[in-house]
């Protein structure tokens, strides 16, 4: 089945630093990635979807200086939160799409974000 | 506006049946799909259904009604292990629209 994979599992920063998170497809080239945010016990929100060589779509509401989103392979996308807060502390969850598969995403098993 | 609609929380007894509901109102709609996730964990996909009528994959069913806006997540033969949260979720053209997702509790 295919595989998607996220590095870092979980990362502590201080406030004011930048984080990056790496979303990798392992077996297969994902046209479209998707980022998500999921505050505890709540549903996953969709941030952004990035397509391979092109701008990120951000969603309303999400800030595209702060959450910096890069599809440069059909392999990787980054999601770098610059000058990270306290409130952005959270659970980034990213999946990918390729070509056929339309109707189903494969998810990454999530970035746990805490600043301090 | 997108708007899906499920219960928060459902409670039912080892080897029992259960049905998790979603009514959902979208701008544009492709299919309906349905989510597990345990805690801690990343999502996996266990179903989709594009035209009306009823999907099964193995203890697991799911029904869609395009004109009624609704469909259902049927869990037979409940297991301990299939206490999660369970998603339903909207495909719009290009994107995934989650619900706000359904606790599932099973009590032996």
């Known amino acids: 089945g295919a595989v998607v994979s996220q590095h870092p599992s979980r990362v502590i920063c201080k406030s004011g630093t930048s984080v990056k998170i790496e979303c990798r497809s392992l077996?297969?080239?994902?046209?479209?990635m998707f980022w998500y945010r999921q505050f505890p016990k709540q549903s996953l929100m969709l941030m952004a979807t990035?397509?391979?060589?092109?701008?990120?779509?951000?969603e309303q509401g999400v800030e595209k200086d702060k959450f910096l989103i890069n599809h440069a392979s059909l392999t990787l996308s980054t999601l770098t939160v610059t000058s990270a807060h306290p409130e952005d502390s959270s659970f980034y969850i990213c999946s990918a799409r390729d070509l056929e598969g339309v109707n189903e995403q494969f998810f990454g098993p999530g970035t746990r974000l805490t600043v301090l | 506006g997108q708007s899906l609609e499920q219960p928060s929380e459902v409670t039912a007894v080892e080897g029992a049946i259960v049905q998790i509901n979603c009514t959902y109102q979208?701008?544009?709609?492709?299919?309906l799909s349905w989510y597990q996730q345990h805690d801690g964990g990343a999502p996996t996909f266990l179903s989709y259904n594009g035209l009306d009528g009823l999907e099964e994959t193995g203890r697991f069913s799911s029904f869609l009604s395009r004109s009624d806006s609704y469909g259902y997540l049927l869990l037979q033969e409940l297991q301990m292990k299939d206490s999660a949260s369970y998603f339903c979720?909207?495909?719009?053209?290009?994107?995934?629209?989650f619900g706000k997702g359904t606790r599932l509790h099973i009590l032996p």
């Open positions: 077996d297969f080239q994902a046209t479209t």
């Open positions: 990035s397509n391979e060589g092109s701008k990120a779509t951000y």
């Open positions: 979208t701008s544009g709609f492709y299919g």
């Open positions: 979720a909207v495909r719009e053209a290009d994107k995934i629209i």
